[in-house]
């Protein structure tokens, strides 16, 4: 394909080949930031192929070993051969280098990045022109393209730091937790003992709360979204299994302690409905957003909850639930691990657009009625334990199972967390009402 002239640097790449043969021990500098497919013109790949290969037996490059290594192409031979090795030695970065040789590799990505939005987007164009394609998946795979171009411009942006820059980054956060006192390095989930042990939900961060079915995970993730909505910490919640109508009535009921059962089975009397009004107009003024489309894909679900962040300034995002979104992958297991992935992308994606966090709801495999949940019983993958942050299982003190409106005492055990310790939590469920309150 042919590219437009205006993303297309050949004398910034011709530079920067220059610099690295010139400096070789400079080099890694910009080998952090582009490899050989980042240079648009086919010799200009060849040559910094050589030189990787030449560095990877150990050896200091010069152009006398990349010679060695490409004469007989004919791309090179055509070019000129050593002297051409020699012209691009005399263009490197005159002062210096070691600023320039960094400055000279993005330029190279960025156009690169752009030469590939170019790309994407004209395939895009094709794609939509085929009737035969449905505009959902166009539109899909557009988002997708889009996503791993996103993730290659972070990459970049997030590559190898020193310790020195890093404390400058952490400095204005320690600054903040030492002059308030008592203030946690994430915000606050409502309830103070689970904040006591899992300091809060921290900037970035993925937490999978997993339960058993009827156990109360939604309704444990709704009482959190109220408390932190409650604060004017604004809450998204993409609700892959409920419509968003019934999840709005629980919030009510909950707001209220109101008997949910009686509203829905037409049981309310006249004192039950006069507790409803007030309930729905403080929920109403709550900045809490609810998206109830079902089996989204992986990849389409991270790109609203980025969206949510940015326009809605969503700082808790919530996804009921992790098993109901559809990704790439051979097996089962391999689909919940594309999801998975993308889930923990979309979390530290929150972390640095607005210091956001993530709760992911899980399914669990069957586990026996008076047997503790444990990490190897998270459903279809091992990926879902590796990319959270914090798990957390909701299960029975006692080992029953009362029913989803009975009352009862519930256990969250915090069994993995990178940010604290591990331990237990111990609430009262008011069922009617689905409510979670800390035991006394």
Same mark, same amino acid.
């Not at 790949?45 to 007989?72: H, N, Q, V």
């Not at 109508?245 to 309310?268: F, K, P, Q, Y």
């Given at each position: 394909m042919n590219e437009p002239k205006s993303l297309l640097d050949l004398e910034t790449e011709r530079e920067l080949l220059g610099t690295c043969i010139a400096y070789p021990k400079l080099a890694p500098l910009a080998l952090e930031k582009i490899s050989p497919e980042h240079l648009s013109q086919?010799?200009?790949?060849?040559?910094?192929?050589? =030189?990787?290969?030449?560095?990877?037996?150990?050896?200091?490059?010069?152009? =006398?070993?990349?010679? %060695?290594?490409?004469? *007989?192409?004919?791309?090179?031979?055509?070019?000129?051969?050593?002297? =051409?090795?020699?012209?691009?030695?005399?263009?490197?970065?005159?002062?210096?280098?070691?600023?320039?040789?960094? *400055? #000279?590799?993005?330029?190279?990505?960025?156009?690169?990045?752009?030469?590939? =939005?170019?790309?994407?987007? /004209?395939?895009?164009?094709?794609?939509?022109? /085929?009737? #035969?394609?449905?505009?959902?998946?166009?539109?899909?795979?557009?988002?997708?393209?889009?996503?791993?171009?996103? /993730?290659? %411009?972070?990459?970049?942006?997030? %590559?190898?730091?020193?310790?020195?820059?890093?404390?400058?980054?952490?400095?204005?956060? #320690?600054?903040? #937790?030492?002059?308030?006192?008592?203030?946690?390095?994430?915000?606050?989930?409502?309830?103070?003992?689970l904040d006591r042990l899992s300091a809060g939900l921290p900037p970035g961060s993925l937490t999978v709360l997993a339960a058993r079915p009827s156990m109360g995970k939604t309704a444990f993730a709704l009482d959190i979204a109220l408390r932190v909505a409650m604060n004017g910490i604004p809450v998204a919640i993409f609700s892959?299994?409920?419509?968003?109508?019934?999840?709005?009535?629980?919030?009510?009921?909950?707001?209220?302690?109101?008997?949910?059962?009686?509203?829905? %089975?037409?049981?309310?009397?006249?004192?039950?409905?006069r507790e409803v009004a007030p309930a729905v107009a403080t929920v109403r003024e709550l900045p809490i957003y609810i998206d109830d489309r079902p089996r989204v894909k992986a990849n389409d679900l991270?790109?609203?909850?980025?969206s949510a962040a940015r326009r809605l300034n969503a700082r808790l995002v919530i996804v009921d639930y992790l098993q109901l979104s559809t990704g790439k992958g051979d097996t089962r297991n391999d689909e919940v691990a594309t999801v998975s992935g993308e889930l923990q992308a979309a979390a530290r994606e929150l972390g640095h657009i607005n210091s956001g966090a993530l709760i992911a709801l899980s399914q669990l495999n069957r586990v026996g009625d008076r047997e503790r949940p444990r990490l190897s019983h998270l459903r279809d993958s091992g990926a879902i334990e590796q990319d959270a942050d914090a798990v957390w299982f909701l299960c029975e003190s006692d080992g029953t199972r009362p029913g989803q409106f009975a009352p009862s005492t519930k256990d969250l055990e915090i069994a993995k967390s990178r940010n604290g310790p591990t331990g237990i939590v111990c609430f009262d469920y008011i069922g009617q009402c689905m409510a979670f309150e800390e035991h006394v």
């Open positions: 086919s010799l200009h790949r060849k040559i910094l192929m050589a =030189f990787i290969a030449t560095e990877a037996i150990g050896k200091e490059p010069s152009e =006398f070993d990349i010679d %060695s290594r490409l004469s *007989g192409d004919s791309d090179y031979d055509s070019a000129g051969g050593l002297r =051409f090795l020699i012209e691009l030695h005399s263009s490197a970065a005159p002062c210096k280098p070691e600023t320039a040789i960094v *400055g #000279l590799a993005e330029a190279v990505r960025r156009n690169y990045l752009r030469r590939k =939005f170019r790309n994407e987007a /004209d395939a895009a164009a094709r794609r939509a022109e /085929d009737k #035969l394609n449905p505009i959902a998946d166009v539109i899909s795979g557009m988002r997708e393209s889009v996503t791993a171009l996103e /993730d290659e %411009s972070q990459d970049a942006q997030r %590559s190898m730091a020193s310790i020195a820059s890093i404390t400058n980054e952490m400095a204005p956060v #320690l600054h903040k #937790l030492s002059e308030k006192r008592g203030e946690m390095l994430g915000f606050s989930t409502g309830f103070r003992r892959l299994e409920t419509q968003r109508e019934m999840l709005n009535l629980r919030m009510v009921c909950r707001h209220g302690r109101i008997d949910l059962s009686a509203i829905t %089975s037409g049981r309310a009397d006249d004192d039950v409905w991270r790109w609203r909850i980025r």
